[in-house]
């Protein structure tokens, strides 16, 4: 097993160091860094927007009805509970 060697980005095969700008503490953090700034600047600019209604299937209707028909039916329960303890 020790002769196998996984690639890797921050170390040679022979062992050697790597450069300190490879080090996984600095080129870890700048990457995020990187990628939240162009979000960012792409959200600013208007890049990333939201346009038109958003659309509804028969999956959104049936959702719909059923969360409802639930909170329906737990106002009924709740009413009845409260009923029954006075």
């Known amino acids: 097993a020790k002769s196998f060697y996984f690639f890797g980005f921050f170390e040679g095969e022979t062992g ?7 080090r996984p503490s600095i080129t870890f953090p700048i990457a995020f860094a990187v990628v ?12 990333i927007s939201e346009r038109g209604v958003q659309s509804t299937d028969e999956l959104d209707e049936v959702i719909l009805s059923s969360t409802a028909a639930a909170s329906q039916a737990l106002s009924t329960a709740a009413a009845f509970l409260s009923e029954v303890r006075v």
């Open 16 to 22: 050697q160091k790597a450069p300190w700008y490879l």
């Open 36 to 47: 939240g700034l162009a979000f960012y600047v792409s959200f600013a600019v208007g890049g």
